[in-house]
């Protein structure tokens, strides 16, 4: 679970390789699991939604907020794509999720899929 954590964040910007299930989705129940934690807490202390700038201060934790969740996307978006080529497929298929409702569905899928031999190389 941690080995595949750090992977996760050391391989942000690693768009090549494979990533096998457990790389994947520890790292996508982790990031849920500590959003759901940070955000409830953040809006505890603020005593509003996150997303409602009423200060300065509440300016600075959004503007934090929104680059934490780019750094997080980025490395969702390398983790898919290291996925979907352990399953033997390309990377564009991350783009299956732009199709309302089916898309979502048919990428889940594929995130589930075992790993198979690929042109893509071993695990990072």
Known sequence: ?????????SNITN???TANRPDYWWP??????L???IVTF????MGHPIT???TWQDLGVNSI????????WIANLSVSVRRLHDTNRSGWWVLIQLIPLIGGIWFFILMLLPSRPSRW???Y
């Open 65 to 72: 907020r929104n680059i934490v969740l780019f750094f997080v």
């Open 121 to 123: 190389g071993e695990n």
């Open 35 to 37: 959003g759901g934690i």
């Open 1 to 9: 679970m941690i080995t595949s954590y750090q992977k996760y964040w």
């Open 28 to 33: 996508v129940i982790i990031n849920w699991l």
């Open 15 to 17: 768009f090549s390789g």
């Open 42 to 45: 953040l809006q505890a202390v």
């Open 52 to 54: 409602d700038i009423y």
